[in-house]
């Protein structure tokens, strides 16, 4: 086993080598500037997004989970929200789109993903719809956007808004539409792991209304419209020009990098042929770009060990969904009933793709196609 080359499930120091000339210059220019917070870096990072994403705004702020909370906020102080209204989620998620509904006192509900995009199932909308039904949050879970035209249609006929989560999907697209600019409004994670990753923590909302990017900017700037004026009780949640700087050096390479994680993923698909492992699945008329590679299988952790044994590390994305967490113990969520949500976290496996050669990946697919 020692002579076998390691494969990691993703190697950080690869991620950001082949820009690290860009970002040290980048770096350079925001010393010398000696411009440190809401200057010409985020600016342009805010201006280059809006164009990726196809909206009219784009605003920097400082994680995705705050991206995700400001967004929620900013449409409460518009009207558009009000508290204890129901949002209607996938179950299978990741926490931090759970925790920023209910930090702001909305109610999330969750309901199951269906299986050809793992994302969230409108028939379920459909029925998950009470009279305090207010909005539905589309989280395009591994890169994959969600069955956006049939939730439109779920959201027309219940007059729903349509907020989205793009933490993984930034790049993505369906129907021709960027996945960001979908809905009422979209938060994005440049967490360093994800496809466009900041050099720390950094987040942004992206939005067509004014109202609503003007109260997220106000709210991550302490509920202040201009200098020593607060209109909001807001909070401190801006992104710095440090990291805006390194985040207009990764999104110019955002279409390079989503080229090779689909080729990555064009060899995993091709090459698996195990008759225990689902594969996931192309879908026609959207443009997947594959944060994660996650496949499906009944033993999941025996080939997750299998694949450790030979030197491949693996992820699962996620073993324990939000409603079981000790967290909501204790509230109307963890009562939810969700069975394929909780098969889902028993059977899914995270393949490395983010740093992996073609050849690295050739190798992962024999190893699995010799498992048993
Ligand atoms: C990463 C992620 C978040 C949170 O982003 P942070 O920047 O880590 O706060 C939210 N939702 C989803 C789906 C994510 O993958």
Redesign the pocket.
């Known amino acids: 086993m020692s002579e076998v080359e390691e494969i990691p499930f993703l190697d950080m120091r690869k991620l950001t080598a082949p820009y690290a000339d860009e970002l040290k210059a980048a770096c350079e220019r925001v010393i010398d500037s000696g411009r440190f917070l809401r200057g010409p870096e985020t600016e342009a990072f805010e201006q280059e997004l809006a164009q990726a994403t196809g909206t009219q705004y784009a605003v920097a702020v400082s994680?995705?989970?705050d991206a995700?909370r400001l967004m929620l906020r900013a449409a409460i102080l518009t009207g558009e929200l009000q508290r204890d209204d129901e949002v209607i989620v996938a179950g299978n998620?990741?926490v931090?789109?759970v925790l920023a509904i209910s930090d702001c006192r909305l109610m999330p509900v969750l309901v199951e993903p269906e299986p050809l995009t793992m994302n969230i199932d409108p028939a379920a909308i459909g029925r998950a719809v009470t009279p305090r039904t207010r909005a539905i949050m589309e989280?395009h879970?591994y890169g994959t956007p969600c069955l956006h035209s049939q939730i439109e249609q779920v959201a027309k006929k219940h007059n729903l808004l349509i907020f989205e989560?793009n933490?993984?999907a930034i790049g993505a697209a369906v129907g021709g539409k960027r996945t960001g600019s979908l809905g009422t409004a979209a938060a994005f994670?440049?967490?360093p792991t994800?496809n466009v990753g900041a050099l720390g923590?950094a987040?942004a909302v992206t939005t067509d209304d004014p109202w609503i990017a003007g109260n997220v900017r106000a709210l991550a700037n302490y509920g202040s419209d201009r200098r020593y004026h607060n209109i909001y009780r807001g909070y401190n949640c801006r992104m710095d020009e440090m990291q805006a700087a390194m985040l207009a050096v990764k999104l110019g390479h955002m279409d390079e990098e989503t080229r090779r994680r689909q080729k990555i993923a064009g060899i995993y698909l091709d090459n698996i042929k195990h008759r225990a492992v689902d594969l996931p699945a192309l879908i026609p008329g959207t443009t997947q770009v594959w944060h994660q590679f996650v496949v499906r299988l009944l033993e999941r952790d025996r080939l997750k060990k299998y694949l450790a044994d030979h030197g491949v590390q693996t992820d699962i994305h996620y073993a324990v969904p939000p409603h079981r967490q000790p967290c909501y113990e204790r509230c109307r969520l963890a009562g939810s009933h969700l069975p394929f949500t909780e098969r889902l976290a028993s059977e899914v496996l995270s393949l490395p793709i983010a740093t992996v050669s073609e050849e690295q990946a050739r190798r992962v697919a024999d190893l699995i196609n010799n498992w048993y």
Request: charged share 15%; aromatic share 16%.
């Open positions: 994680n995705g989970l995700l998620t990741y931090a789109t989280v879970l989560d933490a993984q994670s440049f967490y994800k923590d987040g």
